[in-house]
């Protein structure tokens, strides 16, 4: 299993392939939503859905050997893409390496330009939720 | 008469930039306007030489902007063919020219009982308003329902009139769609029950020709900053026996004749409802930008979009994917649309990437988008300055987006 560190590193190498190229890095993200797991219907209830996000995230998580997995889908085919990359980050990880991880990735491929400040927001609502779910199996693991 | 589009382009400082590499194409005009250099000018002038509170100083500079921020009420009266400059309220936009109606017409005129009616194409500021002051007076909200095509059902909105209507508050030209309504018919129909009608002209002002007197509309509302003006800044028609028979809005300075500590009287109209110091440089500035329209003519400018319109519904149109939405027959320039199996975010985000701005989403109609089943839409407004080649540009980028999931 690569850190968490490995694979913000080999993200930041796939972006820096797109360069400044506004519009194909838009697209690329797109794409990479193409790559979430099918999720299931009955879980796109309303205590799933991230607050703070413009277009609609719902996430869930589950337990496995200790590790935190991450499904999430969304109505928009970018915002799928920006969730996809933080599960391929922060998912099957456990809850101390999720609760540690600093998610510097985002700023080296320059996240907040390519999204707007809207958006930026709501990336930000995603990780929070991603971290409180940690803290939750962390505290269940202690228990 | 055709336009010297590059004339008025060279007059548009920020059109001249690229975004991401790419030359910009600003297609959001329905939202704000840009700003010709005369405006611009306009407002740095009036903070380098003559910025000054107006009407009471006793000196040269407030003399000075006293009399350009008139010069400006007298502008805008002509512009709307209004009786009398003291018809003319400056606001700080639509928005508070819909609640300035709301909270004084409506505090004094409407009660229990009462009706006020509305369209499904309403921006929220021409609903909220009403909700809240329906909730206070214990009234009713009627609302007009629409057609497929985006247009308002007429016979229907005669079945809501009656007795009981005090209001008629209906938007002039859709936002979201373009949709314009058939005004002079509804504002006939609601006088004959003595029921007043406001127009929201956020939108029109730009696009069409207004008289209200010849619209015989008891209200009028629109912003400066979709008529190449300055933001923060709007109007408020109303016919004087109307607003003379208004309390006042907000309380303070200028609206006062005479204050004691145990009463105020107030002052004359268009004052008595521009309590404290106004928005004066925006004010001023706001007569360049009625300058511009006038000097390329409203029936000039009119021609053109009309002309943008047609050429972008059939360039777009031949998307496949392509799914316009509102196809009212009587439209300002305003194309609002959906593709196939995308969210309009998204597409709002790939046009963006390519330099193209347009706007997305419930464009502040969440009634309008429940009616016609939709989250939102995308949509592309055009104004004096946009060219025949800025829509070719904006066609190519939604096919090569609406192919992703149109193949």
Redesign the interface.
């Known amino acids: 299993m690569s850190s968490i560190q490995e694979i913000q590193d080999e993200i930041v190498s796939e972006f820096e392939i797109l360069g400044?190229d506004?519009?194909s890095?838009?697209?690329y993200i797109?794409e990479l939503g193409g790559g979430l797991s099918e999720f299931p219907e009955e879980s796109k209830v309303e205590q799933n859905i991230i607050k703070g996000c413009?277009?609609k995230v719902w996430l869930t998580a589950s337990e496995e050997n200790g590790k935190v997995q991450f499904q999430a889908d969304s109505?928009?085919?970018?915002?799928k893409g920006l969730i996809s990359l933080l599960i391929r980050v922060l998912g099957n990880q456990t809850p101390e390496a999720i609760l540690n991880a600093d998610l510097n990735f985002l700023q080296k491929i320059g996240m907040g330009n390519i999204?707007g400040s809207q958006r930026s927001n709501g990336l930000v609502s995603m990780i929070q939720q991603m971290k409180r779910y940690a803290l939750a199996y962390q505290a269940k693991q202690n228990a | 008469m055709a336009l010297d589009l590059d004339h008025i382009r060279s007059l548009f400082p920020v059109l001249h930039q690229e975004v991401y590499g790419k030359p910009l194409i600003y297609l959001d005009n329905a939202a704000t306007t840009q700003k010709p250099q005369a405006v611009l000018d306009a407002i740095s002038n009036y903070y380098e030489k003559d910025n000054s509170n107006i009407h009471r100083g006793a000196h040269a500079l407030a003399d000075r902007a006293t009399a350009y921020f008139e010069e400006t009420r007298e502008a805008v009266k002509d512009f709307i063919g209004a009786r009398e400059s003291a018809e003319i309220i400056f606001t700080k936009g639509t928005t508070e020219s819909i609640n300035l109606v709301a909270a004084t017409f409506g505090r004094k005129f409407i009660g229990k009982g009462d009706e006020i009616i509305i369209s499904t194409l309403e921006h929220h500021s021409n609903i909220v308003p009403w909700q809240m002051l329906c909730e206070e007076k214990e009234a009713t909200l009627k609302v007009i329902p629409i057609s497929e095509s985006g247009e308002i059902i007429f016979e229907e909105f005669e079945k809501l009139l009656s007795a009981k209507t005090k209001l008629v508050s209906v938007v002039h030209a859709s936002n979201a769609l373009g949709t314009i309504n058939p005004v002079e018919r509804i504002i006939e129909a609601a006088h004959k029950v003595g029921a007043k009608v406001l127009l929201d002209g956020a939108q029109s002002t730009s696009h069409l020709d207004i008289d209200v007197q010849k619209l015989d509309c008891d209200f009028l509302a629109f912003s400066a900053h979709k008529l190449y003006g300055p933001t923060g800044l709007g109007v408020l028609y109303g016919k004087r026996e109307i607003l003379e028979a208004m309390p006042p809005f907000q309380g303070g300075g200028e609206m006062i004749k005479e204050v004691t500590f145990e009463k105020t009287t107030y002052n004359e109209i268009p004052f008595k409802f521009e309590a404290g110091t106004p928005n004066i440089g925006d004010v001023i500035a706001f007569k360049a930008a009625l300058d511009f329209i006038n000097e390329i003519g409203k029936e000039n400018i009119k021609a053109h979009e009309d002309e943008l319109i047609a050429y972008a519904q059939e360039k777009l149109s031949a998307i496949k994917g392509f799914v316009p939405v509102g196809t009212a027959k009587d439209r300002v320039s305003v194309i609002s649309f959906g593709i196939n199996g995308m969210h309009p975010f998204d597409v709002g985000m790939m046009l963006d990437s390519k330099g193209i701005a347009v706007r997305t989403g419930h464009h502040c109609t969440q009634p309008l988008m429940k009616r016609l089943g939709l989250e939102g839409t995308v949509r592309a407004s055009f104004s004096v300055y946009n060219t025949k080649e800025e829509i070719d540009t904006l066609a190519e980028g939604v096919e090569k987006i609406a192919r992703i999931k149109n193949k």
């Open positions: 400044d506004k519009e890095t838009i697209y797109m413009q277009s109505n928009t085919d970018i915002t999204i």
